[in-house]
Every structure is written in C-alpha cells, then in structure tokens.
C-alpha cells in the first residue's frame, strides 16, 4: 500500500470499510486538516464525493476499523445495527494502573462536562447509558493491554470508563497524561550511544478500534473474494503500536508470559480476530 494512503479492507456496492489512522478527523474541526472522506475521495477518486456517508464515529486520535455507507440505504442500515447494539467493537488500549481482576464491567452513565465542553465525565443523575466490558489480555507492569468492548457508543465511552475505574489510557492528553512511552521505562540496562536522542515508542491516544463484527445473517457480497470470515474486520495495527506490543512483550519481568493466553500476541500481531 502506498504510503499516506488509508487501508481499505473491504469494499462492494454498499460499504467501504477502512482502517483509519490516529489524527484524522472524521468530520471537519478547528484544525483545517482535511476530514476523513476528504482523503478518502483524494484516494479513491471524485466519484466517491457523493456516495461516502458516515455510520458511526472514532475519535480523531483513535486509529483502526470504521465503516462507511455509499448509498442511503446502507447508511440506515448499518446506523440501526450501532442503534441496536447488534454490532460487537473491540478496541485495543494500553492502560496505566494495577489491573488487579482478569475482567470487568463499568456501568456508568456518562454526560458532557458543564464547565469543560470538550470533557465527558461520569455523571449519575444527568448522564446517558454507558457500559463497557474490558478484558486483561497483557499486563507488563508499569502498563497492560486491555481488550475492550463498548455495548454502548458515547462520545469517549471508553477513555472516561476506564479512567474512572483507576485504568486511564496510558497516553491521552484529555483525561490522563501526554508523556510518550519510552523504552528506557521496561528495558533493563537500556543506554544510547553517545549524541543518540532516545525516541518514544509511541506518543499518540494509546486505543485501537481492532475488530467489528456485524450481525451474523447479514450477507456480505464480496466477503468470501476479501477474505473476510465470521462478518469480522479487523485493523491491523500501525507500525509505532505494534513495536510498542512487541517491545513491551519483550521487555517486561516476565517477558511472553505477560500474556495470559500467550497466542493472543500472535493473533494480535497478525491481524486475526481475538
């Protein structure tokens, strides 16, 4: 794939499914950069101008796997299976903070914050339904991989949930800390060569959109030709967060074994569906 461009991981008549990268914009913000269908069409051509429409959202900063409709039939479509929850969304996050259980649940309403409108924050009485599974799948000590699935989608959802449980996203300069994961945090005896500047192994949102799974009855025209099985797309990670799994798998007290089923940093690696 060229460089700068944006992985298509699947296409027919009614839907384009992408892998989007972290800082592009799905809709027009303050910054000027173009927006997500911007590059799209730039990519794919003038004819997509009309036909690329919106189903559901990704934070600016979050990467990873994203649907769009190209007809209006479609768009009502696959907008009623997020409405429905009929969807199921796995995210990747590296989190800061002792993760003491294998698994758990945050139920937690959620609302806009009234003296900072860019924030959302937990709120009991005025906040709407959020709930969030999350899943232990690596813990490195300092930080852990979490598997993640939001049954609901609030603007957020996921980076307020896990905040408020004592789980922030190891990176995320809204809610928790901007500072970059460096190498020499995890690796023993760690030295740079004399003039060397050490680089950061990753310094964006620390939360991956890995995999969507769509509805099993729904029938995909071109899923067989793609590859795609089960209704699952998944994204694969980009350079920077792979290195980062690998160095922290590689790095950490107990090495591979942070795993707690040590082929799911195979399959994460791969691309394969968790």
């Known amino acids: ?11 027919d008549d009614n839907i384009i499914v992408i892998n989007k990268p972290a800082g592009v914009s799905v809709t027009k913000d303050r910054s000027g950069k173009p927006q997500l269908t911007d590059l799209l069409v730039k990519q794919l051509g003038k004819e997509m101008t009309a036909k690329l429409r919106l189903v559901h959202r990704l934070d600016k900063d979050t990467s990873g796997v994203m649907i769009l409709a190209l007809n209006r039939a479609a768009q009502r479509q696959f907008a009623d299976y ?11 996050a590296i989190v800061k903070g002792a993760v003491l259980d294998p698994e758990g649940v945050v139920d937690a309403p959620i609302a806009p914050c009234k003296k900072k409108p860019e924030l959302m924050i937990i709120d009991h009485r005025g906040g709407k339904e959020s709930v969030t599974n999350w899943r232990l799948l690596a813990n490195f000590g300092l930080v852990s991989l979490l598997a993640v699935t939001p049954l609901t989608g609030r603007t957020h959802q996921i980076r307020v949930h896990l905040t408020s449980i004592g ?10 800390t901007r500072s970059p994961i460096m190498l020499s945090e995890f690796k ?14 990753i310094e964006r949102l620390t939360l991956h959109a890995y995999q969507i799974v769509l509805p099993p009855e729904l029938v995909l025209s071109n899923a067989e030709e793609s590859g795609i ?14 290195a980062t799994v690998k160095m922290l798998t590689k790095h950490n007290p107990r090495g591979p074994s ?6 799911e940093f195979d399959r994460i690696l791969a691309g394969q569906a968790i």
Do not use: H, S, W
């Not at 942070?258 to 082929?263: G, K, R, S």
């Open 1 to 11: 794939m060229p460089k700068n461009e944006i992985e298509i991981i699947y296409q």
């Open 82 to 92: 997020f409405f429905n929850r009929t969807v199921k969304k796995t995210y990747l």
């Open 167 to 176: 789980l922030p996203l190891a990176i995320d300069p809204l809610y928790a």
């Open 188 to 201: 023993r005896d760690y030295r740079l060569g004399r003039f060397e500047e050490e680089r950061p192994l």
């Open 229 to 242: 099985q089960n209704n699952c797309f998944i994204a694969t990670l980009d350079k920077k967060f792979a």
């Open 258 to 263: 942070a795993f707690f089923n040590p082929t």
